[in-house]
């Protein structure tokens, strides 16, 4: 697979459609990223999160999968997993520090490929656009799409790249509608706003969590309709929503 438009690696093409907010995350990740790494990887639950997301991009072995935002990296080794030695997979994040990380993580394994991009301009060409059919089987993206402007478009763009027949699946943590919810949705906001980049309105803004809600319905409801066969799970007493669709 040909990979272009990604930076190079002293970052200095790093300018992307969501502008200054993608620096601002990009400084923040930047410094958190070994703490990030931590929560990414022993966040109780959060191992089971992560297979269940592989599996759901039902990929068989020899398959290529793209994981745009990857961080760290916490899902690449259960996207190695499923596309065994054959397959190939692709991390595409646009913050270095957490990329270093991510290399580290799977310097063992030859089909794994971390490279700094922007999620909302995907280097993935589609091999054969007569047959609608994308290089990439499959494209995840965890925790990833509330920080994007424009959510429901990024998927958009995601659903065309794997072409029909493809699996897109998203995870993210929103509001939980469950009974419980006050206390889940009480502990939820802290967490929006303590890892939301200081520099950005969404810190600020008076309701945050009610912006984010509003990203994560765009960019799954977005998946729904450009998918035949979808699969919707909730975790973490429903803060977490796992979505994966078969493109039509
Ligand atoms: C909350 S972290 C999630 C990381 C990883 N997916 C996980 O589940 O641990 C969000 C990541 O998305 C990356 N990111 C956000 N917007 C991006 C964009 N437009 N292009 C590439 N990466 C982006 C950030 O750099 C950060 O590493």
């Given at each position: 697979?040909?990979?272009?438009?990604?930076y190079?690696?002293?970052?200095t093409?790093?300018?992307?459609?969501?502008?200054?907010?993608?620096?601002?995350?990009?400084?923040?990740?930047?410094?958190?990223a070994?703490?990030?790494?931590l929560?990414?990887?022993?966040?109780?639950?959060?191992?089971?999160l992560?297979?269940r997301?592989?599996?759901?991009?039902?990929?068989?072995?020899?398959?290529?999968?793209?994981?745009?935002?990857?961080?760290?990296g916490?899902?690449?080794?259960?996207?190695?997993?499923?596309?065994?030695?054959?397959g190939?997979?692709?991390?595409?994040?646009?913050?270095?520090?957490?990329?270093?990380?991510?290399?580290?993580?799977?310097?063992?394994?030859?089909?794994?490929?971390?490279?700094?991009?922007?999620?909302?301009?995907?280097?993935?060409?589609?091999?054969?656009?007569?047959?609608?059919?994308?290089?990439?089987?499959?494209?995840?993206?965890?925790?990833?799409?509330?920080?994007?402007?424009?959510?429901?478009?990024?998927?958009?763009?995601?659903?065309?790249?794997?072409g029909?027949?493809?699996?897109?699946?998203?995870?993210?943590?929103?509001?939980?509608?469950?009974?419980?919810?006050?206390?889940?949705?009480?502990?939820?906001?802290?967490?929006?706003?303590?890892?939301?980049?200081?520099?950005?309105?969404?810190?600020?803004?008076?309701?945050?969590?009610?912006?984010?809600?509003?990203k994560?319905?765009?960019?799954?409801?977005?998946?729904?309709?450009?998918?035949?066969?979808?699969?919707?799970?909730?975790?973490?007493?429903?803060?977490?929503?796992?979505?994966?669709?078969?493109?039509?």
């Amino acid at each position: 697979m040909t990979l272009h438009g990604f930076y190079g690696p002293d970052g200095t093409e790093s300018k992307t459609k969501g502008g200054g907010a993608d620096e601002d995350a990009q400084a923040f990740y930047g410094r958190w990223a070994a703490l990030y790494d931590l929560l990414a990887r022993r966040t109780p639950g959060i191992t089971t999160l992560r297979r269940r997301a592989a599996n759901a991009c039902r990929l068989e072995a020899g398959d290529t999968v793209v994981e745009m935002g990857c961080g760290t990296g916490a899902n690449l080794p259960y996207l190695r997993e499923a596309v065994g030695p054959e397959g190939t997979v692709i991390g595409i994040d646009f913050t270095g520090p957490v990329l270093e990380r991510a290399r580290a993580l799977t310097a063992g394994y030859d089909n794994v490929h971390v490279v700094r991009g922007d999620a909302t301009a995907p280097p993935i060409p589609e091999e054969d656009e007569a047959a609608g059919q994308g290089e990439a089987d499959a494209i995840l993206a965890t925790f990833v799409v509330g920080m994007l402007a424009d959510p429901a478009g990024a998927v958009d763009d995601w659903c065309d790249a794997v072409g029909s027949g493809g699996h897109v699946v998203l995870v993210n943590a929103a509001r939980s509608a469950e009974r419980y919810a006050p206390l889940v949705n009480a502990v939820f906001r802290a967490v929006v706003v303590l890892s939301t980049p200081p520099t950005t309105k969404l810190r600020y803004d008076p309701d945050p969590v009610r912006r984010l809600d509003g990203k994560i319905d765009a960019a799954h409801g977005r998946l729904r309709e450009r998918s035949s066969a979808v699969a919707h799970e909730t975790h973490a007493f429903g803060v977490v929503r796992l979505t994966g669709g078969r493109i039509e």
